[in-house]
């Protein structure tokens, strides 16, 4: 490679898989990771062996995945599995989300942090109460991007009407919940997971579909923080004041250390701290001993500022242009996690980014029903119920919508006497 050639990079993509067990989710994350060559060779000749075993003369992709398979049979609670791989040009992190109604909680999770969701419909029964509940859960917790890939086109005889009805239904029910609001984007595409088609290569099987395959959607679609200009946040995680006496340019270093959850910042630029509201300008960014002219989002940095003024763990630094006034009450939805129900009348601990405050419930306003999406009147919360509901702080938050900013806008919700997480929220 000579010095003038460079490799393109379009960053991370987190995304997330969902669908029914008979969906072939298992099957379209093998066929992908064995399409792209990022099977381990051991891997590989271990899942050849077992398809042997059993009779197949091909091999048998869902095994990559079967473990999780199994435990779900066997009906134990189960976490998302994480998958990674990468391609010429980007890395990959699928979050294998279980489809199941009781496994809610497990959804929420994986979602929270993917940007592309692709929900598998099976091209035989067409949208189903899964698939609602599925893309209602996507576009609660603000995912950007959602693909709608029909599978098992080889049961239907590749036929372009049954994949043009699915397209037509799921349509009417994303305009239902508003799926398709300014800035996210639903797509289509026909697939056999079991063949390959329109996977990573096209197929001769489906020439009546022009776009793109699989592949070529997830290696253009937008990564994380690209898409908009986003205001600067940095929630202060720790005050760094060295006990070196013996070196004198370090006897008065006052660093603050935060990851930057979203925007940028530059020397220079006019910063408050909330809530206090007390204002700085920017003296220097470092990351470990190197200097930087600027930051940007998910970069774990120091921030040296330019006046003496109190500043600690739980504070938020932003951009003085980009301020706004901290809240006493919190309104958000809000997805519950333990088997032991929400209590009104309880007091319970919010955490937002690195701030705590004690918490009482102020009201439910009402709880969703995921698979009809009802709205139910309720005056307490069991596990994997979603609900609208508002808090009253004890402590003042510096909050932005999640639909603004999911890293300020997102929060958990803890019990103080176990400390165990009980709810995850986002800010309205």
Known sequence: MNAATTLQDNGLLRFMTCGSVDDGKSTLIGRLLYDTKTILEDTLTQIERTSKKRGMEAVDLSLLTDGLQAEREQGITIDVAYRYFSTGTRKYIIADAPGHEQYTRNMVTAAS??????ILIDARKGVLTQTRRHSYLAHLVGIPHILVAVNKMDLVNYDQGA????????????????????????????MSALSGDMIVERGDAMDWYSGPTLLEILEAAPAAHTEKAENFRLPVQY??????????????????????ESGEIAIGDAITVLPSGRASKVKAIQIGNERLERAIHEQSVTLLLEDEI???????????????EPVKQLDAMLCWLAETPLSPARTYIIRHTTCESKAKVGA???RV???TLERHATQNLSMNDIAKISFRLAQPLCVDSYADNRATGAFIVIDESTNNTVGAGMAL
């Open 310 to 324: 109190d500043i600690s763990r739980g504070d938020m630094i932003v951009k003085s242009s980009e301020a706004k």
């Open 369 to 371: 029903d995921v698979n």
């Open 364 to 366: 439910i306003e009402y």
């Open 163 to 190: 994949f043009e009805k699915i397209r037509a239904d799921y349509l009417a029910f994303a305009e239902q919940i508003g799926l398709q609001r300014a800035g996210n984007d639903v797509r289509f595409i026909p």
């Open 113 to 118: 942090t993917a940007n592309l969701a692709i």
């Open 239 to 260: 005050v760094c004041r060295p006990q070196d006496s013996a070196n004198p340019e370090l006897h008065d270093f006052r660093g603050f250390m935060g990851r930057v």
